[in-house]
T-cell receptor, first 109, second 115 residues
């Protein structure tokens, strides 16, 4: 069965420091992976998906099939990046997103 | 472009009761998925509706049921409520077309409390 693991529930960095939010997955098919973000009192919103290879708000994520990882990175964290981040895998056979448990990122001034 | 909306925002029910939650999909979308998010956890897939039929189901009992209407809006019904059903229920809409996978856009959720 598909599974998404985000090993860090909490992550705290200082403004201007690099940040990496880890995501590992297990899936027998060809994975389609997403990062969603939830800012305080806002709805869950798409940050990026791996097939579009975009950089959103300075964040990037590279799919590493060998390590089954899709880590989210940003070279210089900003205070407004403080939020809950969810990694998600799309399973085409079941038309579903499988989410990790999320990482709460706090960027300190 | 209208985003995904859900009603009500909050709901309090007692054990054994039944509840109906509603979702209006984003304009141009034809698919609605429902997720349950318990406190401190990531969303869990309940089911998806496409062309008014169930198009995939997660590990939830039959007392969780749904509908999709011709205008692509959807309802989630839960019968015989249990305390563990207390959660944030999220609706997401997407477009199934030439690409099977399309981005799912989420509504603000309905917070259900079962006492």
């Amino acid at each position: 069965a598909q599974r998404v693991t985000q090993p860090e529930k909490l992550l705290s960095v200082f403004k201007g420091a690099p940040v990496e939010l880890k995501c590992n997955y297990s899936y027998s098919g060809s994975p389609e992976l997403f990062w969603y973000v939830q800012y305080s009192r806002q709805r869950l919103q798409l940050l990026l998906r791996h097939i579009s290879r975009e950089s959103i708000k300075g964040f990037t994520a590279d799919l590493n099939k060998g390590e089954t990882s899709f880590h989210l990175k940003k070279p210089f964290a900003q205070e407004e990046d403080s939020a809950m981040y969810y990694c998600a895998l799309f399973e085409t056979s079941g038309s579903r997103l499988t989410f990790g448990e999320g990482t709460q990122l706090t960027v300190n001034p | 472009e209208t985003g995904v909306t859900q009603s009500p925002t909050h709901l309090i029910k007692t054990r054994g009761q039944q509840v109906t939650l509603r979702c209006s999909s984003q304009s141009g979308h034809n698919t609605v998925s429902w997720y349950q998010q318990a406190l401190g956890q990531g969303p869990q897939f309940i089911f998806q509706y496409y062309r008014e039929e169930e198009n995939g189901r997660g590990n939830f009992p039959p007392r969780f049921s749904g509908l999709q209407f011709p205008n692509y809006s959807s309802e989630l019904n839960v019968n015989a409520l249990e305390l563990d059903d207390s959660a944030l229920y999220l609706c997401a809409s997407s477009l199934i077309g030439r690409a099977i996978t399309d981005t799912q856009y989420f509504g603000p959720g309905t917070r259900l409390t079962v006492l």
